[in-house]
């Protein structure tokens, strides 16, 4: 699909399996991967020292939303005040990291985290490369009805069947 979207033909490309490792793509054993660019290429980049480059899948004609928060409708109606309070935690969490995402960087390395592979390089690159994702005039987790056009025709073009009612913001009004 992404690839008939922008003039390639499939047949020109091999496409191999891939798990979460940079190592195909550090070593040259690959030219591409589709992987979160919060991340990969700050990794690459560390364990191999060459620059990784990426594109969105919304700047190449699949423009879609992720990392929504999914719940099954009893959710929505059962516990609604729980994903309120998620929502309003969640979004003081982003706006805190909008203002200066260096600001936790050092406080969280000698916590939980240390071990996981996180360092303070690490953070501060998914930060500044998340932020601009994540940011929208109306808050965190917003969409306006373009956004949500968007989305249900993408998840079309690839065979899933949407409708608009299955994109509920009226929680956001909650917080």
């Known amino acids: 699909m992404l690839l008939g979207l922008n003039g390639v033909d499939p047949s020109t490309v091999k496409i191999v399996p891939y798990a979460f490792d940079p190592t195909p793509l550090a070593t040259g054993q690959v030219d591409a991967v589709v992987d979160f660019m919060t991340s990969l290429p700050y990794i690459v980049e560390q364990t191999s020292g060459k620059k990784a480059n990426y594109i969105l899948f919304y700047d190449s004609g699949l423009p879609f939303g992720q990392d929504f928060v999914t719940v099954t409708d009893d959710t929505l109606k059962n516990r609604r005040k729980d994903l ?92």
């Not at 071990?115 to 601009?132: I, M």
């Not at 949500?148 to 690839?158: D, P, R, W, Y």
């Open 84 to 175: 309120v309070g998620f929502l309003r935690a969640s979004r003081k969490g982003w706006d805190e990291d909008f203002k200066n995402g260096a600001t936790y960087l050092k406080k969280y390395e000698d916590t939980w985290f240390k071990g996981n592979g996180y360092t303070p390089g690490a953070s501060e690159f998914h930060s500044k490369a998340q932020n601009p994702l994540m940011q929208h005039p109306n808050g965190v987790f917003a969409l306006d009805d373009a956004a949500i056009e968007h989305n249900i025709a993408t998840l079309e073009k690839v065979g899933i069947k949407v409708t608009k009612d299955m994109f509920d913001n009226s929680l956001l009004a909650e917080i």
